[in-house]
């Protein structure tokens, strides 16, 4: 026998839920946003140094040392100048803000867990094997080959940060920066 009616569940999110959709849209934003910005920033180094703006190429080349060996002869180039990373750097980033652009068309916003994270092994792997075969002499790796195995990797990790910042903004971080007032 079915279910009264008044045993049915909405499935669409009333009114009150708006607060936490704007909140979702707010923390994709951030996220995608910042990561196109990081990824800006590559390329405003070389155009810097090229346009004469030294100070502000150096302390963008500077900056990406700490996390790049950058060594021009494994990077891409523009403007005549290697990028403020190299190519598996910056095929990494490119499919982070790719991933994080396009996670809305992939997965609800409103969907805060992560994928279960042998993906994240499984995505790993295309860069690893370039990283060893190469390593070992057995495969001359090149900027395509660093660049596109390293943006797989990026690209499924924002399916990891996404769900997570979302998850911060909507539940976890809501008291976070908002004033309470003491009680007496």
Do not use: K
Not at 8 to 31: E, I, T
Not at 153 to 178: E, I, K, N
């Amino acid at each position: 026998m079915p279910d009264s009616i008044y045993s049915y569940v909405p499935q669409y999110p009333d009114a009150s839920d708006a607060r936490v959709s704007r909140r979702a849209l707010a923390a994709w934003a951030l996220v995608a946003g910042g990561a196109l910005l990081f990824l800006a920033l590559l390329l405003v180094a070389p155009y810097a140094a090229a346009g004469g703006r030294f100070g502000l190429a150096g302390a963008l080349y500077n900056g990406f040392s700490v996390i790049c060996h950058q060594q021009p002869e494994r990077s891409f180039h523009a403007w005549g100048l290697p990028l403020a990373v190299c190519a598996r750097c910056a095929g990494l980033y490119a499919g982070f803000a790719a991933g994080a652009v396009l996670c809305p068309l992939v997965r609800p916003l409103a969907r805060t867990y992560a994928p279960a994270r042998g993906w994240l092994f499984l995505a790993a792997a295309p860069t690893s094997v370039d990283f060893l075969l190469g390593l070992a002499g057995l495969w001359e790796n090149t900027h395509l080959s660093r660049s596109l195995t390293a943006a797989v990797l990026g690209a499924v990790a924002a399916l990891y940060v996404v769900p997570g910042a979302v998850d911060f903004a909507t539940s976890r971080g809501r008291g976070l920066f908002q004033f309470r007032a003491a009680r007496s």
